[in-house]
């Protein structure tokens, strides 16, 4: 499985930016998808994602002015993100999480793209 994303960069206070995310060589079922964020000395947070039963949920910083979306048949996952605060710089990753349906046990597994930089400046 191989996620590539893109479409950080640099944006004033009040921009937007739109995260794009590919996946490929995904063969089993997917439990989850959607975008995740990291800064320095913190933890990696969930910041907006598609559930298994195609729901979205969101983290509350990012409520009304997040949005992501998906194109299934091209494997794609974007994230919209408008009135970009300084506090939403980050790393942001995508991330999906795989089932390999098995007889007994089910096997999961989580893949991460590389991250991309998002700088809010004010």
């Known amino acids: 499985v191989q996620l590539q994303a893109s479409g950080g960069g640099s944006v004033q206070a009040g921009g937007s930016l739109r995260l794009s995310c590919a996946a490929s060589g995904i063969r089993h079922v997917i439990d989850d998808m959607g975008w995740f964020r990291q800064t320095p000395g913190k933890a990696r947070e969930s910041v907006a994602r598609?559930?298994?039963?195609?729901?979205?949920n969101y983290a509350d910083s990012v409520k009304d002015r997040f949005t992501i979306s998906r194109d299934n048949a091209n494997n794609m996952i974007y994230l919209q993100m408008n009135s970009l605060k300084p506090e939403d710089t980050a790393v942001y990753y995508c991330?999906?999480?795989?089932?390999?349906?098995?007889?007994?046990?089910?096997?999961?597994?989580?893949?991460w793209g590389k991250g991309t930089q998002v700088t809010v400046s004010s």
């Open positions: 991330h999906v999480k795989v089932r390999e349906v098995r007889a007994i046990l089910d096997n999961i597994a989580d893949y």
């Open positions: 598609f559930t298994k039963t195609g729901t979205t």
